[in-house]
Nanobody, 124 residues
Framework: QVQLVESGGGLVQAGGSLRLSCAAS????????MGWFRQAPGKERVFVAT????????AYADSVKGRFTISRDNAKNTVYLQMNSLKPEDTAVYYC?????????????????WGQGTQVTVSS
């Protein structure tokens, strides 16, 4: 069983930056593909970014491409989401997730483990 704990959320002004972290325990982190998803108030949870188990391949939602960067440190069992040029529409609860598939995966239903989420609020 893999446990995921997100951190780094908070309140930031539009144009600012935040870096989210997701620490994993209870499994062999380097075997899992990882992803970030977000859920805005009153909306469904959607894909943000994903990275393969080795970190060699990543993919992004169009809405964040060029502004967000996903990375991972397998020695620290941690995946990151660097968020730059934040916009009010980025306001959401951000979740990290792990999939037993070692590749980058955008589909939520293919993820096996989820964190509790961290709130990101971007003020205008």
């Amino acid at each position: 069983q893999v446990q995921l704990v997100e951190s780094g959320g908070g309140l930031v002004q539009a144009g600012g930056s935040l870096r989210l972290s997701c620490a994993a325990s209870g499994g062999t982190f380097s075997n899992y593909g990882m992803g970030w998803f977000r859920q805005a108030p009153g909306k469904e949870r959607v894909f943000v970014a994903t990275i393969s188990s080795t970190g060699g391949s990543a993919a992004y939602a169009d809405s964040v491409k060029g502004r967000f960067t996903i990375s991972r440190d397998n020695a620290k069992n941690t995946v990151y989401l660097q968020m730059n040029s934040l916009k009010p529409e980025d306001t959401a609860v951000y979740y990290c997730a792990a999939t037993k598939l070692a590749i980058k995966v955008a589909l939520q239903r293919l993820y096996d483990y989820w964190g509790q989420g961290t709130q990101v609020t971007v003020s205008s």
